[in-house]
């Protein structure tokens, strides 16, 4: 596990974004622990969400020339990303978010910032059902652009309704990375090593071993 994962694991623990317990999950699952990314709804911890999705691009072999947000949650994770590149590591590019619905009036269209060109890297939450993502892809492939490859905050590593997970149905439909701050095998890797969290390795070990990929 890489420093940023385990620095960024740390941030949502301390601000619950990341909780153990038994949570029921729209899949009906009682998972072991629950992440909720929209809880770093602050100044300071979205700056600090920015710097570790531009941690993880840097670490990363992914090609691309600009970024994109999927509204709506994707609008302050891109916008953040984008800045935090720049500043952090002098790596400037543009960015583009859509509208849901789009604007007949005024500049118009369903995109705001740079037009979608050349290589495209998504930004994103997390996958779930993987619906938000497909529409992405969608509109930058309508726009004569390219998926370079998608980063989100966690990978759960679990099944959906098949024997993938909608991470791993994604990169096979389309051929394209999926990079994640840090997986649910970093999150045991992390218990491990923290006598606080010990007490969850057993749970988090079933959950992982019935619905794991």
Do not use: W
Request: charge should be neutral; include cysteine; proline fraction near 3%.
């Amino acid at each position: 596990m890489q420093l940023y994962q385990r620095k960024f694991i740390e941030m949502c623990l301390e601000y619950k974004v990341l909780r153990f317990g038994e949570f029921t999950l729209k899949s009906g699952r009682i998972s072991p622990y629950f992440f909720n990314a929209g809880l770093l709804n602050t100044g300071t911890s979205l700056a600090a969400l920015g710097h570790y999705y531009a941690e993880a691009i840097i670490n990363s072999t992914l090609k691309f020339n600009m970024l994109f947000g999927p509204a709506y949650k994707g609008i302050p994770l891109v916008c953040s990303t984008a800045v935090a590149l720049a500043i952090d590591f002098q790596k400037n590019y543009g960015y583009a978010f859509n509208r849901k619905e789009a604007k007949d009036h005024g500049e118009g269209g369903l995109i705001i910032g740079q037009p979608l060109t050349g290589r495209i890297l998504i930004i994103d939450d997390v996958i779930t059902a993987g619906t938000a993502i497909r529409q992405s892809i969608s509109l930058i492939t309508e726009s004569g652009a390219q998926p370079a490859g998608i980063v989100i905050a966690m990978d759960r590593q679990e099944r959906g309704t098949g024997e993938l997970s909608a991470i791993q149905e994604i990169e096979k439909a389309y051929a394209i990375p999926i990079v994640s701050l840090f997986k649910l095998e970093n999150l045991l890797e992390y218990t491990k090593h923290n006598v606080d969290f010990e007490k969850y390795i057993p749970a988090l070990t079933a959950y992982k071993q019935q619905y794991g990929v």
